[in-house]
């Protein structure tokens, strides 16, 4: 994984972790929390599809298809990590 696969991701993912906040209400973590988890779930979520071959290396160049690669793997990592965090959240509480 690159520098700028990296950063793609790693925004994409604080973008998808705050929109998955808001759009669960029960599920929001507040704006620093929705993006520290969106930021580890992005760049947790594209190293693995880059690691297991489902996003394609752009090999030096970036071309339009790694970026949107990068972008909804780094959304969907994020809002996907911000759900378990928030689960993780409402269980301990209970306790």
Same mark, same amino acid.
């Given at each position: 994984?690159?520098?700028?696969?990296?950063?793609?991701?790693?925004?994409?993912?604080?973008?998808?972790?705050?929109?998955?906040?808001?759009?669960?209400?029960?599920?929001?973590?507040?704006?620093? *929390?929705?993006?520290?988890?969106?930021?580890?779930? %992005? =760049?947790? @979520? $594209? &190293?693995? /599809?880059?690691?297991?071959?489902? !996003?394609?290396?752009?090999?030096?160049?970036?071309?339009? *298809?790694?970026?949107?690669?990068?972008?909804?793997? %780094? =959304?969907? @990592? $994020? &809002?996907? /990590?911000?759900?378990?965090?928030? !689960?993780?959240?409402?269980?301990?509480?209970?306790?």
């Amino acid at each position: 994984m690159d520098l700028i696969s990296l950063l793609i991701s790693l925004v994409s993912g604080a973008v998808g972790g705050n929109i998955a906040g808001a759009a669960m209400a029960d599920k929001n973590l507040g704006p620093l *929390g929705n993006s520290i988890a969106g930021i580890l779930g %992005g =760049g947790i @979520g $594209g &190293a693995l /599809l880059q690691a297991a071959g489902v !996003l394609a290396q752009s090999g030096g160049g970036i071309d339009i *298809g790694s970026i949107l690669g990068n972008v909804a793997s %780094g =959304g969907v @990592g $994020g &809002a996907i /990590l911000l759900i378990i965090v928030s !689960l993780l959240k409402s269980a301990m509480a209970k306790t």
